[in-house]
């Protein structure tokens, strides 16, 4: 069972919105990973974090930001939300060569 | 940059059937391959890791292989069942972790 929890599930929210996307693990895993993901489409990279106080952008930064002061904790801020960043937000933690595990997301819709 | 490819885009079977799902990479220099199904709006689930030592995993009715020299994965499913249906995700692990494109899956009673 996946120990990774993401919050809110569900997120509607109006344009120019500052908005935090919460994402815990309590497995302890080092590397943590989010994700965006539109309906039907493929997974695109947003950032990620090889433990406390390291953070890389990914392939698509949207113009969110991320902090990492804890182990357990990835929380992704989008400073001015804008209707292009509607979309599902995935959140994973790894371990050390095993497995990867997923939230169940978060949708948000900026309208 | 790893790219991972999965063939076919989409399928539909009766149930019943036995099926296989495709996934290639372009660089072999993996730590290992996951296999993921993902039901509409929801998170991924993992199915099956294979690390790169392995040439085989089985969990149930799934099957997976990994040829890391060729660049290739497949998952078998036997005996598919409607509760199958979903996308299946294979996702590659080096320096970062890649995923494929999937594969939707439709199986039909």
């Known amino acids: 069972e996946a120990d990774i929890y993401q919050t809110p599930r569900y997120l509607v929210i109006g344009t120019g919105k500052k908005i935090t996307l919460e994402c815990s693990q309590t497995m302890g895993h080092d590397k943590m990973y989010w994700y965006q993901q539109d309906p039907g489409m493929e997974l695109h990279l947003i950032h990620y974090?090889?433990?406390?106080?390291?953070?890389e952008k990914g392939d698509l930064s949207s113009e969110s930001t991320v902090s990492r002061i804890r182990t357990e904790h990835f929380p992704l801020t989008l400073e001015s939300a804008r209707p292009s960043h509607t979309s599902q937000y995935l959140c994973?933690?790894?371990?050390?060569?095993?497995?990867?595990?997923f939230g169940q997301g978060t949708r948000l819709t900026v309208v | 940059k790893q790219e991972v490819t999965q063939i076919p885009a989409a399928l539909s079977v009766p149930e019943g059937e036995n099926l296989v799902l495709n996934c290639s990479f372009t660089d072999s220099a993996i730590y290992n391959l996951q296999w993921f199904r993902q039901d509409p709006g929801k998170g991924l689930t993992s199915l099956l890791l294979?690390?790169?030592?392995?040439r085989e995993q089985t969990s149930g009715r799934l099957n997976a292989s990994l040829d890391k020299s060729s660049g290739r994965s497949t998952l078998y499913i036997a005996a598919s069942q409607p509760g199958d249906s979903a996308t299946y995700l294979c996702a590659v692990r080096g320096n970062q972790f890649y995923f494929g494109t999937g594969t939707s899956l439709t199986v039909i009673p």
């Open positions: 974090s090889y433990g406390v106080n390291s953070t």
């Open positions: 994973a933690s790894i371990g050390q060569n095993t497995e990867a595990f």
């Open positions: 294979i690390q790169s030592s392995q």
